[in-house]
């Protein structure tokens, strides 16, 4: 386990990371361990595109904690089913009787170009990612409402922006930014705080899940459609996003809810909310006609768009 200087900031808290048999969940679930918390190590053991299941994988790194003289028991469930969430979480309160921090975490990818997407690719980011978070904070919740404190921390990405070859991951990692803040202001009340991360590091999924698949999805369409990926990026290592997502779940940012951070390699920055840019009225409301008469000039900027063949 990492080394920290110190009193532990989480001493005896119980956290859940999801996914934390490898990667960046992995890197959590050590950190968390290292600063005083109990750990469910929960990981389905999927590979890169979020197929097939290694029952090994989620207990490797809950023995490593022990080893290491923390805490920790592994959950195999899957969180893409409402059962799987309600395991996840009942394993927390089996195994150590209560359940302050939960890390949404678990995930895989399916890059291709839209037009060659299936149904499958489309179902399976949707539920390891959108639902998969879904699942087990609606079962967190009630725990967290009762007790009236509790912290979530859901994992988001920078593809949800608009990533070349993405569609299906991208939606779904948007959507767990909308998640964020709304369950942020249902749970706020009760003293629950949730926030989310755009991660970036060099793990499995970024290799062999983006990297490679980007390159056979530009390929597709010509190598002028999207930038290559920045080698520096793969720098960035899952203990970097570890930090800040730890700090998220500890007093010192108690005042912190509902937003959305990234965080990779030197990064750490916050993003801003959403607002329009630009608004016009008019009395009785738009037509076709006075769309046309305004232009997208007045309405766009007459900003010259990157995405169309120049
Ligand atoms: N690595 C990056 O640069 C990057 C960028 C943006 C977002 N993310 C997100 O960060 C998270 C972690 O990614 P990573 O890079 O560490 O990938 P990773 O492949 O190393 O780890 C993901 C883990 O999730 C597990 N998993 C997959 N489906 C599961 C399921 N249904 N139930 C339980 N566990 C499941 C896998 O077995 C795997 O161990 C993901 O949500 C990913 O989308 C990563």
């Known amino acids: 386990m990492p080394m920290q200087q110190g009193k532990p900031r989480l001493q005896d808290k119980v956290a859940i990371v999801t996914g934390a ?7 959590e679930a050590m950190l968390l361990a290292a600063e005083g918390a109990k750990v469910v190590v929960n990981d389905l053991g ?5 197929k ?27 969180v893409a089913s409402m059962e799987g969430g309600q395991r996840i979480i009942q394993t927390a309160v089996d195994a150590f009787g209560r359940l302050d921090i939960l890390i949404n975490n678990a995930g895989a990818v399916r890059p291709k170009v839209i037009f060659h997407m299936t149904e499958d690719d489309w179902d399976s980011m949707i539920s390891v990612h959108l639902k998969g978070h879904f699942t087990t904070i609606r079962f967190a919740s009630p725990i967290f409402r009762e007790q009236k404190s509790g912290v979530i921390v859901n994992t988001a990405s920078e593809s949800g922006l608009g990533h070349f070859g993405q569609a ?9 930014v909308g998640l964020t803040r709304t369950v942020a202001r249902d749970l706020g009340r009760y003293g629950v705080r949730c926030n989310a991360i755009r991660p970036r590091a060099a793990t499995r999924l970024f290799d062999e899940g983006v990297a490679d698949a980007m390159d056979r999805a530009r390929a597709t369409v ?6 290559a990926i920045h080698q520096s990026d793969l720098q960035d290592k899952p203990e970097h996003v570890a930090a800040l997502v730890v700090w998220l779940c500890t007093d010192a940012t108690a005042n912190v809810n509902g937003r959305t951070f990234v965080v990779g390699g030197n990064l750490v920055g916050l993003y801003a909310e959403p607002e ?7 009395e009785g ?3 076709l006609d006075t769309l046309d008469r305004i232009g997208s000039q007045d309405l766009i900027g007459g900003v010259v768009n990157e995405f169309l063949p120049r």
């Open 222 to 227: 010509g190598p002028a459609a999207a930038p």
């Open 46 to 50: 999927t590979d890169v595109l979020g």
């Open 285 to 287: 409301g738009w037509d």
């Open 168 to 176: 299906s991951y991208s939606a779904a990692k948007e959507g767990i």
């Open 52 to 78: 097939g299941a290694d029952q090994s994988i989620a207990e490797k790194v809950a023995a490593e904690i022990r080893a290491a003289g923390g805490a920790a028991v592994a959950n195999t469930d899957s």
């Open 21 to 27: 048999g490898r990667g960046i969940g992995r890197a």
């Open 276 to 282: 329009p840019v630009r608004s016009l009225y008019r």
